[in-house]
């Protein structure tokens, strides 16, 4: 049986004017965006018109994609399209248990808010940054990062990139290493070193505000950044809070997804990343991105041709 899975985009995606087209073209989008507005003044503005310096910071960053993300994604299901299972990669792993019912919208986004917040404090004072490393195996970059005292592996995208963390100090001598090594070093546009020992302190204080949340039972599957494999309720909040101090495993996420038998995937919210890695781990598996209404009505067709709608 065909099965079709929504991923949902993570930090770094961000850009100017996400999730316009969207809100001025789609009725049930726009419900999305204006609810979530209610909830934080100013949301829509960020979106639609912040400057890139602005979007970048986490505070801003992760409560503006989560409200795109979620816009898209009600937009397709009111358009007919019901996954069988979903993932997100980092913040987008909170709008993934959203749109599958473990939170409501409102206590997703007040989740994903306290997580900017959180995560903003921590890189303030555990500075950090992230870069893309490229070219090089896995294990080449982990034992690079052996030489460093504050440099980690953290988002295993696919062969050949793969994702660091660390002191920014200790950064530009790594990305020496990288070259020196034949690999390319790209810095990324977040705020922090995400998922490493610097976010311990962060990944702390979200557990504790997870902890007094009710949830609901999950109505698909959401496979988890931390174990690649899907959440089973009675560990969601252990899992969710560690994730902002552990490894994204978002390869072999895809490829438990390829094995449970998922075979169309949907990247939902601001840019392509998700949609490009998966057809780099799974060539020849279709993969499409989401943020516009014409995103939504090429999906469609797609899923129409296929018989999967």
């Known amino acids: 049986m065909d099965k079709i899975a929504f991923l949902f985009a993570g930090q770094g995606a961000q850009y100017p004017g996400m999730g316009r087209d ?69 913040l987008g792993e909170v709008a993934a248990l959203t749109f599958a019912g473990a939170f409501s919208l409102d206590q997703g986004f007040s989740l994903v808010c306290r997580r900017g917040e959180i995560m903003e404090v921590a890189a303030k004072k555990y500075p950090g940054t992230m870069v893309a490393v490229l070219k090089l195996k896995n294990e080449q970059v ?113 490829r438990n997804m390829a094995d449970d038998g998922f075979n169309f995937f949907i990247e939902i919210g601001p840019g392509k990343t998700l949609s490009g890695l998966v057809k780099r781990i799974l060539p020849g598996v279709p993969a499409f991105s989401v943020e516009t209404e014409t995103d939504v009505q090429t999906v469609l067709e797609q899923l129409r041709e296929r018989s999967m709608v």
């Open 142 to 254: 982990e034992r690079l990062c052996e030489h460093f005292q504050q440099v980690y592996p953290v988002n295993y995208n696919c062969e050949g990139q793969l994702v660091v963390a660390g002191k920014e100090e200790e950064m530009d001598g790594f990305c020496r290493a990288v070259a020196e090594a034949g690999g390319r070093a790209k810095r990324l546009a977040v705020g922090g070193g995400f998922h490493s020992p610097l976010m311990a302190e962060a990944s702390a204080f979200f557990a504790q505000e997870l902890a007094p949340q009710e949830l609901s039972t999950l109505q698909i599957p959401v496979y988890a950044n931390c174990t690649a494999k899907p959440y089973a309720l009675q560990a969601l909040k252990e899992l969710l809070g560690c994730q902002l101090k552990s490894p994204v495993r978002w390869e072999k996420t895809i």
């Open 22 to 90: 969207l809100y001025t073209k789609n009725k049930t989008a726009r419900a999305v965006l204006d609810a979530l507005e209610e909830k934080r003044p100013g949301t829509r503005r960020q979106c639609f018109e912040g400057t890139q310096e602005e979007l970048v910071h986490t505070t801003n960053t992760q409560p503006c994609m989560f409200a795109v993300e979620l816009a898209a994604a009600q937009a397709l299901r009111e358009a007919g399209v019901s996954p069988q299972g979903t993932a997100g990669f980092s």
